[in-house]
């Protein structure tokens, strides 16, 4: 355990990684460096015998030597009269209701504890979904439960009322702060459910409970339909595209175009930022999409469309939000507001829009590969991760597809001259 001194902060300076500093006054209490952080540590006997560590809190407001000193004579004078401070506090925990749980897996996860899929932490939009999802769903329907005492036949019920519509609402009427529309059915429940997979997960793994009780549930298969459009929803979304430039948020409409014209997912064109860009090489270079790091090729009319922007700054975002510096959170429902003004169904999203241009660029003629490169779908080539410029194939192949779009959408863009190359 090493010499026992007196915790002051010359100790604490000297004390190394991995090392504990026993306290000469206070039997058992110490400090522990991890790394950076320093905790205020203490390790005592139950009535039973069981030996116990107690963690009093990290060096720092309000605890110093003196006052972590001082909680940990108090803490043995519960010890005294039988107590158990960490047993005490497991228990806490493991009474925290799901709503709490909720809330302290959102803060980690808006904090950056979190991480996700190639050790990224979870994106604004992601966040986003998440805390609709949380106020919408889970925390009417489970949030008042204990979370040691949610069983696999409550995410049952849970997940068929979230299907049944049981919290599905008007999003005109009163709603949870956060969310931006409540909707219920299967695809829905399904989502939730994964998301209450997750948060059972940080529940385990910080000892909440001993299980999840959302593992192995039979969830509804989600029905994806790849739909394309028309010509006719083409020149329809044109037309509401040119008609909104006055009458929805200027940055919406232009991301909006932006997307037919290139394909890309949507959190990819709202989290854009000019850094990102080269319109002199004409390429995109997304240091954390969906798939990792992706470079994309850009066409002259998306280029001709993002030197219109305005641009404040480097770091700044393309298609900046009404107000604040963050991302435009509410992009889908400006989406929604354009191309309704167009006549088009509610089946027509900016998902949409991606898998049309993917089915123009296959009607031209260009190879999986070509197409994957030019939307960013997942490549397991080794030197792409290195390559920081599209060369003229794909520039060519960019400007193909958006023509052939901005022409169905009934742009004078279209007549943009795409250049024949040499074959080999």
């Excluded at 009417?140 to 049981?166: K, S, W």
């Excluded at 107000?323 to 949409?352: E, N, W, Y």
Aim: with cysteine.
């Amino acid at each position: 355990m090493g010499k026992r001194k007196g915790i002051g902060r010359s100790e604490l300076r000297d004390l190394q990684p991995g090392k504990i500093a026993w306290d000469a006054a206070v039997p058992g209490f110490g400090a522990r460096r991890q790394r950076d952080a320093i905790t205020y540590v203490l390790k005592y006997r139950t009535a039973d015998g069981r030996q116990r560590w107690h963690t009093i809190g990290q060096d720092g407001a309000p605890w110093t030597p003196d006052t972590a000193r001082k909680e940990a004579r108090r803490l043995l004078g519960e010890v005294d009269r039988g107590g158990d401070p960490s047993g005490d506090r497991q228990a806490r925990r493991r009474a925290a209701t799901v709503a709490e749980l909720c809330d302290l897996y959102f803060a980690d996860a808006e904090a950056g504890r979190l991480l996700v899929r190639g050790g990224r932490p979870k994106k604004p939009l992601t966040l986003a979904s998440d805390k609709g999802r949380i106020e919408g769903h889970i925390k009417p329907l489970l949030g008042r439960l204990p979370v040691a005492a949610v069983t696999r036949q409550d995410v049952e019920q849970f997940m068929h009322a979230i299907a049944a519509g049981e919290t599905k609402r008007d999003p005109r009427k009163v709603r949870p702060r956060g969310v931006s529309k409540l909707r219920g059915g299967r695809g829905v429940a399904t989502r939730t459910v994964g998301l209450l997979g997750a948060i059972f997960n940080y529940a385990v793994e910080r000892s909440m409970r001993a299980d999840n009780p959302a593992h192995h549930i039979r969830k509804f298969a989600e029905n994806r339909r790849e739909r394309r459009l028309s010509d006719e929803e083409y020149a329809a979304i044109g037309a509401a595209l040119r008609g909104a430039a006055l009458a929805i948020w200027p940055p919406a409409v232009a991301c909006l175009r932006f997307l037919a014209l290139t394909g890309w997912r949507s959190g990819e064109a709202v989290m854009l930022r000019w850094r990102e860009i080269d319109l002199t090489r004409r390429t995109a270079t997304l240091a954390d999409s969906k798939t990792g790091r992706s470079m994309r090729p850009l066409s002259q009319v998306a280029c001709d469309l993002l030197r219109a922007q305005p641009r404040i700054g480097e770091g700044t975002l393309v298609f900046p939000a009404t107000r604040g510096d963050g991302p435009m959170l509410g992009f889908k429902k400006f989406a929604r507001q354009i191309l309704a003004r167009g006549g088009l169904s509610a089946d027509v999203t900016p998902h949409v829009l991606r898998h049309s241009f993917v089915s123009i660029a296959a009607d031209l003629g260009y190879s999986e590969p070509t197409i994957a490169s030019l939307v960013g779908h997942k490549s397991h080539s080794v030197t792409s991760r290195y390559t920081h410029f599209a060369d003229a194939p794909l520039l060519a192949a960019a400007d193909a597809v958006a023509n052939d779009t901005a022409r169905r959408m009934g742009d004078a863009q279209a007549s943009a001259e795409v250049i024949e190359l040499r074959r080999a």
